[in-house]
C-alpha cells in the first residue's frame, strides 16, 4: 500500500468547502426525486447547479481510471438492485424505488464526495430497513476514527452491524482516500478485524461508505462498464460521508442543512466531533 497522505491546514479547509458544497447538492436535488422524473433529468439539474450556482466541477464526468472507459455523467443514480455506478439515463423513477445518488464536486482543487439514499413515494419495509441499517453501519464506522485506532476497526463494526441484520457486505467496492485526487490511499473496507490495517493519524481524510445488500454479496458488472448489480438481484444500499481524522476523533466534512440527523449513538458519545452538525 502507498502512503497516506497527511493534510494540511490549508488542505482540510479546502476539503471542508468541497465537502459542505456536495452535501448541499443533495440537499437541493431531494425535492426532484419523485415519480415520473429521470435519472437523467435528475443528473442534469445537478449538473447544471454543481457548474452554474457552485461554480464546481462535477468530478465523475469524463472521470476514466485504467482500464474503465469514461464515466459519461455527473452523478450516480443507483436504484434498488444497483450497487453502485449507476449511469443516468432515460430510467424513470416510480413509486416504491430506493435510489443512491452520488456526489463528488471539485472546487478549488479540492473533492467533496458524499452519497444519500432517497425513496420515491413508500418504500417497502425491506428497503427502508435495509437503507436504515445502512445508515447506521456508516455511522458506526466513522464513530471509530479517531488517532490510533485502526481502518480494521471501521469494516468490523460495519460487518458486524449489517451481518447481525441478516444483510450482506460489498468486499469490491469500499472507501477511499481523498483530496486534491478523487481517490487515493488508504482503502477504507468495510469487512475486517479490528486492530488490523493502517493506523489512523490527525490530518488523514477518507470515506466511509459501506454497500449493504439484502441478499448475497456477491456482484455483477453491466455491459456499460461501470453499473454494479447484485448478482442475486436482492436490493443494495449505500450511504458515504467524507471524514477527517482529528487530534481528538472525528470530523464530517460533508455537512449541510438539510443532511438526515445523525443516529442517536453519535450524538449521545460524539457531540463534540459533530458540533458543525447541531
Not at 115 to 124: A, K
Request: proline share 6%.
Amino acid at each position: 500500500m502507498g502512503s497516506i497522505s497527511i493534510k494540511t491546514a490549508e488542505d482540510i479547509e479546502g476539503m471542508r468547502i468541497a465537502g459542505k458544497l456536495a452535501a448541499e447538492v443533495l440537499d437541493f436535488i431531494a425535492p426532484h426525486v419523485v415519480a415520473g422524473i429521470s435519472t437523467g433529468e435528475l443528473d442534469k439539474l445537478c449538473h447544471d447547479y454543481m457548474v452554474d450556482v457552485q461554480q464546481c466541477i462535477p468530478a465523475p464526468l469524463n472521470y476514466c481510471p485504467p482500464g474503465y472507459t469514461p464515466y459519461p455523467k455527473s452523478i450516480c443514480t443507483s436504484i434498488n438492485d444497483v450497487v453502485c455506478h449507476g449511469i443516468p439515463g432515460d430510467k424513470v423513477l416510480k413509486n416504491g424505488d430506493a435510489v443512491n445518488l452520488d456526489i463528488t464536486v471539485i472546487k478549488n482543487g479540492y473533492h467533496g464526495d458524499t452519497s444519500r439514499m432517497f425513496y420515491v413515494g413508500e418504500p417497502s419495509i425491506l428497503a427502508k430497513r435495509l437503507g436504515d441499517i445502512t445508515y447506521d453501519c456508516m455511522w458506526l464506522g466513522i464513530s471509530k476514527i479517531r488517532p490510533g485506532a485502526h481502518l480494521g476497526d471501521i469494516g468490523h463494526v460495519i460487518q458486524q452491524h449489517a451481518e447481525a441484520a441478516g444483510f450482506s457486505v460489498v468486499r469490491e467496492f469500499c472507501g477511499h482516500g481523498i483530496g486534491k485526487v478523487f481517490h487515493e490511499e488508504p482503502q477504507v473496507l468495510h469487512y475486517g478485524r479490528p486492530g488490523t490495517l493502517a493506523e489512523l493519524r490527525a490530518g488523514m481524510i477518507f470515506t466511509v461508505e459501506p454497500m449493504i445488500n439484502a441478499g448475497r454479496r456477491e456482484i455483477r458488472e453491466m455491459g456499460d462498464g461501470w453499473t454494479i448489480k447484485t448478482r442475486d438481484r436482492s436490493l443494495s444500499a449505500q450511504w458515504e460521508h467524507t471524514v477527517l481524522v482529528t487530534e481528538t476523533g472525528f470530523e464530517v466534512l460533508t455537512i449541510s442543512p438539510e443532511m438526515p440527523a445523525p443516529p442517536s449513538f453519535i450524538k449521545e458519545h460524539h457531540a463534540g466531533s459533530i458540533a458543525a452538525l447541531a
